[in-house]
């Protein structure tokens, strides 16, 4: 019989709790937490901070530290011996911060090579209290499509949005429903694009400062009045969610045929209905951790026997990335327990925390916004 040697995923998982605003004057604490999956020789962890944020080392995990022009560097000439390194540090808003975005990359050699991985960006606003009394709260978001059609089933969708609040989380989850093929023409410049099922996904981790913004894409062989949306923001400190309903499709016009006179008073006209509040989704959050990604198939059986682990092991599917997880939390300190758990008695390479909404794999950062849950290092 074939033995299955462990296998090895390849990457690096991160997790911090950079904070989503500060004031000027204020200093906050913030670690970041690097799943190193077997790495050794040198590294290096480099935070771009905005203008106006300066930064203090707290915990290097043994690395070298600088801060200069607002950038922080830790610098391993020989990585410890762990799977997790631990970094801190103390930073500053002074009165020239206002606001912008932080991005994270790692710098790391494996067989040899050295490898690049730049995380998401993370935006830290100013706080309400320190924006001029002069900013107008937001509206509430307004979203618009039109369609224009090249051919019966072929054209273009355009999606406008309006009253977003600048510098806060937005999504658009388009639904196409069957069709044969899309391009994005316009993404409004938008952090992460991602096309699976049958939905396309536009993430802006921090929405643009403009009153609207538009997306584009072509639609092939699909059924426009048959596209639906769904828009998640943060307006006010709140996580709001809005439906972007289909398009009508024309209605077809009856021939009109001639009347003769009558003395039968005209009928009294239809009332119109009364409009419907728009459709809310169901808010099924889940916390799971993801234990393994493979590019060949393997049997979630086959993943319990191999590392002998005796829980669940659910599988799916993700363009050429096979992903298996486990656990069902609704509280994201009860997965990163689990995960800790994981990681301390099983040889899994990395187990991390993922989140779910309605089945639908969504960024953590998103789940803790709607959840209003707090992040947990």
Known sequence: MLALAPLKNAGIVQEHDLPSDMDAGETRVVTWSLDIYDCAGFARFQVQFPEGIEATALETAQASFSFEGGKAKFIWM??????????????????????????????????????????????????????????????????????????????????????????????????????????????????????????????????????????????????????????????????????????????????????????????????????????????????RIQILATHAAVGSEAVKRIYAYPGEVRHEQHDAWHKYTTGYHTTYRAARDNRVDLNSNHAFPGPFVTAYRNGQRITVQEALLVTKQNWIP
């Open 78 to 287: 020989e990585l410890p011996p762990k799977n997790i390194l631990d970094v801190s540090l103390e930073i500053a808003a002074n009165s020239d911060f206002q606001g912008g975005s932080v991005t994270q990359w790692f710098s790391f050699i494996r067989d040899g090579r050295r490898k690049d991985v730049e995380f998401k960006p993370h935006h830290i606003a100013l706080s309400e209290s320190e924006v001029s009394e002069q900013r107008v709260s937001a509206q509430n978001i307004e979203v618009q499509r039109s369609w224009t059609a090249t051919t019966d089933r072929t054209g273009t969708m355009s999606v406008t949005i309006r009253g977003h609040e600048p510098g806060q989380f937005l999504k658009l989850t388009e639904t196409l429903g069957a069709h044969g093929a899309i391009s994005v023409l316009d993404d409004a410049d938008c952090d992460i694009r991602d096309a699976f099922d049958d939905q396309l996904v536009f993430i802006w981790q921090a929405a643009p400062s403009a009153s609207e913004m538009m997306v584009k894409y072509t639609l092939r062989d699909g059924r426009p009045d048959q596209v639906t949306g769904r828009i998640s923001t943060i307006q006010n400190n709140a996580a709001i969610e809005r439906t972007v309903e289909a398009l009508q499709p024309p209605a077809p016009t009856a021939p009109t045929a001639p009347t003769a006179p009558s003395s039968t008073p005209p009928s009294t006209p239809p009332v119109e209905p009364a409009p419907t509040e728009p459709a809310t989704a169901a808010d099924d959050v889940a916390f």
